[in-house]
Structures are given as structure tokens and as C-alpha cells.
């Protein structure tokens, strides 16, 4: 499974990609905003991503997008972890994300986005 990282703080988006590789995951990139998530989302099958972009734009948008064009499983992260329930369906965990927070919640959207996936698709 590859994963797409959307998350504007470098530092953060390189603890998650060094996690999510340790893990067995691929990285199908990292974007900061809805432009670079919409290039790279070909290449994922699940995305991380924050739910405030410093562009202004929200998680929750950046999702619907992603999983509408492109059937990615989804995983939230947020710095404020009262926002947690009005996400939705798509786990979602707090900053600061411990490793084990990020391999469970990335877990998670892997197998709902199997579960979703043509059999063609599949990859290892």
C-alpha cells in the first residue's frame, strides 16, 4: 500500500513517512496543499492528512476530494483532538502522534481501502 502524506509542518510530514516506511508502507509523496495532493493521489491508495493546512484549507475537503476521484482510504490528523468526533467515518488521530497512534490509524484506512479495491488493484 502507498501512502500520500498531506501535511504543510516538514518536520511532522518526515516523523509520519519515516513511521509509515518502518511500517511497510510506500510513500507516494508528501503535498502541502490540495494541488500537490490532487497530483500525487494516482500513486496512493491511502492519504494522512492533516485537517488544518496553513493554505487555509481543511482536511475534511482535501478527503472528500481524494476519496471521491480516487478511492483512498483516509486518515486524519489534527492538533486539536476535540475535532476527533466530527470527523466522521475516516479515523483520526492527535498531534502529537505517537508512532504506534500513526502505524494503527494508517493500518486501519489500508485495509477499509482493500476492502474497497477492485481486484485488479491490489498491490502487495
Given at each position: 500500500?502507498?501512502?500520500l502524506i498531506v501535511e504543510d509542518e516538514p518536520g511532522i510530514?518526515?516523523?509520519?513517512?519515516?513511521?509509515?516506511?518502518?511500517t511497510?508502507?510506500?510513500?507516494?509523496g508528501i503535498a502541502t496543499?490540495?494541488?500537490?495532493?490532487?497530483?500525487?493521489?494516482?500513486?496512493?491508495?491511502?492519504?494522512?492528512?492533516?485537517?488544518?493546512?496553513?493554505?487555509?484549507l481543511t482536511?475534511?475537503?482535501i478527503?472528500?476530494?481524494l476519496y471521491a476521484g480516487f478511492g483512498l482510504g483516509v486518515v486524519y490528523l489534527t492538533g486539536?483532538?476535540?475535532?476527533?468526533?466530527?470527523l466522521g467515518e475516516h479515523p483520526a488521530i492527535s498531534k502529537p502522534a505517537s508512532p504506534e497512534a500513526i502505524r494503527r490509524a494508517l493500518s486501519l484506512a489500508a485495509k477499509s481501502a482493500r476492502e474497497r479495491m477492485p481486484e485488479d488493484r491490489h498491490k502487495p
Open positions: 500500500m502507498r501512502v510530514a518526515l516523523a509520519i513517512e519515516d513511521v509509515a516506511i518502518t511497510g508502507f510506500d510513500i507516494a496543499n490540495l494541488s500537490e495532493a490532487l497530483n500525487l493521489a494516482p500513486e496512493a491508495d491511502i492519504a494522512i492528512i492533516d485537517v488544518r493546512l496553513g493554505d487555509g482536511g475534511p475537503s478527503a472528500r476530494a486539536n483532538p476535540d475535532l476527533i468526533d466530527q
